[in-house]
Each structure stands twice: as C-alpha cells, then as structure tokens.
C-alpha cells in the first residue's frame, strides 16, 4: 500500500507562489547570485577615484529618471491608500489590532524606502461592516498593492528598484497570510 502524500497548507501554498512572483518579477536565476554583477543600475558602495563621494546616491541604489520617478510615485500612492485603509479599520475594529498594526509598520516602512509616506484621500472603512467583513476587504487591498508591486517591479528601468519592489511584493503576501478572518477576535 503505497503511503499518502503530505498535504500542503494554504499558506504555504501561497507563500511559496508570492516567492516565486517575486522571484520571476525580479528577473531572478540561478546563474548570478550576486545583484550587482554586471547591472549598471547599481551605484557601488565606495567611490572610483576622482568620482564624488557625497553620498547622494538614492537609498535602493534606482536611477532616478522620469519613468522610474513616475512609477515610485504610483507606489508610493498604493502604499498609502492600503496603509489608510489598514489603521482606519484599526480603529474601528479593536480586535483587529495586532494583525493590522502589522500592515501599517510594513506599509511605512516600504514608503520610507521609496521617499516617504504620501497623504492618501478616500473612505477608509464602511460602515456597519463586521470584523471578519473588514478584514477581508482589508487582504482584498493588500492583494491589489501586491499586484501593483509585482508590476512595477517588472516596469522598472533600475534593477536595484527592481529587486527592492519584488522584495516589498514578497513582504505583502507573507502579510497577507496573517489577514484571515479566524484573526479577528
């Protein structure tokens, strides 16, 4: 009798493919480990002789052209509007504090990377919604900033930029797993 496979979980499942997403928007592969290796787009992190050494290179090493300062910019407005909607649902949904509080570190952290936290108008609740309810709208929003951070890590010009939106894109699906409504208490 042949023994059963082990089952995998959701999460696992979907972290696995969030990876894997990640991976691929990259432009990931085993033949170079190394990020820098022949990548222009990467500032060293010490100086040729006779170049400046005023350290004004941007904090992901990006190029700052039009088309990626365009697509940071788009970034940067997703990340707000998840992070709005995340702490107005923490402060009508006490329960939900410990997973969305989570989500609001995360979403200022990635916008500190990027240049910093933008105003974000709009409803950040509904009204008459229930935890469970809330939750689930919250992950639907994750899941759009998710795929916003998968497609603008494959647009953009910089591999650094690159690589830190595909890592951010990873960050919010492991967040992600956390948001069930079995979480609100």
């Known amino acids: 009798m ?6 995998v979980s959701r999460r696992a499942l979907l972290g696995a493919s969030a990876g894997l997403v990640a991976l691929g928007a990259a432009g990931c592969s085993l033949d170079s480990l190394d990020p820098t290796a022949d990548d222009p787009t990467i500032t060293p992190t010490t100086a040729a002789a006779g170049s400046p050494t005023d350290g004004s290179a ?13 697509l940071v910019e788009s970034v ?17 949904h006490r329960g939900l504090t410990t997973a969305l509080r989570r989500a609001e570190s995360l979403h200022l952290a990635h916008a500190e ?8 108008t709009g409803p950040a609740t509904r009204p008459g919604e229930t935890a ?5 709208r919250v992950d639907r929003g994750e899941g759009r900033l998710q795929r916003t951070l998968v497609d603008a890590a494959g647009s ?28 609100a208490s």
């Open 76 to 92: 940067l407005a997703a990340i707000a509007a998840a992070h709005r909607t995340a702490r107005g649902t923490r402060r009508v």
């Open 113 to 120: 990377e990027l240049g910093g936290l933008p105003a974000a």
């Open 156 to 183: 953009a010009g910089s591999g650094a930029l690159a690589q830190t939106l595909a890592s951010m894109a990873a960050a919010v699906a492991q967040l992600r797993t956390t948001l069930t409504p079995g979480a």
């Open 58 to 70: 941007s904090p992901t090493g990006a190029d700052d052209g039009a088309d990626d300062g365009a």
């Open 2 to 7: 042949p023994t059963p496979l082990p089952s």
């Open 132 to 136: 469970n309810q809330a939750l689930v």
